[in-house]
T-cell receptor, first 116, second 111 residues
Framework: EAGVAQSPRYKIIEKRQSVAFWCNPI?????LYWYQQILGQGPKLLIQ????????DSQLPKDRFSAERLKGVDSTLKIQPAKLEDSAVYLC??????????????FGPGTRLTVL | GQNIDQPTEMTATEGAIVQINCTYQTSGFNGLFWYQQHAGEAPTFLSY????GLEEKGRFSSFLSRSKGYSYLLLKELQMKDSASYLC????????????FGTGTKLQVIP
């Protein structure tokens, strides 16, 4: 079974530029998550999708971050404009079970973003 | 809200046993995950505890006390490849699954 795919793996941009990340979850997984992990910290949930609907985006800085999962499969996370403090690894994860029960999350390799 | 506390760093010797603690405060509790994360890599699942007690899985065991808001990960017969960060993550009760991760414990295994 293929794992969670993410691209690009690395991205370097200047502040105020825009950037987009792509995630393809494990086939059949209904739930998709985007996390931000700053160096030395644990992952912080940005947004959680159930199929193509948003379940939780309470920690997503909506003035600059946006995410979508139009067909309930792939997802994109965008930052516009980027700030220095957005430098982090952006992890995508997916899980199989529907909302209401805990289920193991499978993580992609992440995208390491550096904002100069 | 949730508050999760883990030691920042630990060092242990190859072949030894190490215990990584995690304490949490949460308004509702469903279960607790442990993930392993090697430097520059994504977290990978180690265990999920819902009930009190110890669950053993090879060299790794995880313990949970719901009444005390406490868990630990026990690593036996340490190997150099066990050098990694170990993340404790809490799943609240009710509604959808929203996992909150701790900051992680960076374990260094030395010869």
């Amino acid at each position: 079974e293929a794992g969670v795919a993410q691209s690009p793996r690395y991205k370097i941009i200047e502040k105020r530029q825009s950037v987009a990340f792509w995630c393809n979850p494990i086939s059949g997984h209904a739930t998709l998550y985007w996390y931000q992990q700053i160096l030395g910290q644990g992952p912080k949930l940005l947004i959680q999708f159930q199929n193509n609907g948003v379940v939780d985006d309470s920690q997503l800085p909506k003035d600059r971050f946006s995410a979508e999962r139009l067909k309930g499969v792939d997802s994109t996370l965008k930052i516009q404009p980027a700030k220095l403090e957005d430098s982090a690894v952006y992890l995508c994860a997916s899980s199989a079970r529907l909302a209401g029960g805990a289920d193991t999350q499978y993580f992609g390799p992440g995208t390491r973003l550096t904002v100069l | 809200g949730q508050n999760i506390d883990q030691p920042t760093e630990m060092t242990a010797t190859e072949g030894a046993i190490v215990q990584i603690n995690c304490t949490y405060q949460t308004s509702g509790f469903n279960g607790l995950f442990w993930y392993q994360q090697h430097a520059g890599e994504a977290p990978t699942f180690l265990s999920y505890n819902v009930l009190d007690g110890l669950e053993e899985k090879g060299r790794f065991s995880s313990f949970l006390s719901r009444s005390k808001g406490y868990s630990y990960l026990l690593l036996k017969e340490l190997q150099m490849k066990d050098s990694a960060s170990y993340l404790c993550a809490v799943v609240p009760s009710g509604g959808y699954q929203k996992v909150t991760f701790g900051t992680g414990t960076k374990l260094q295994v030395i010869p």
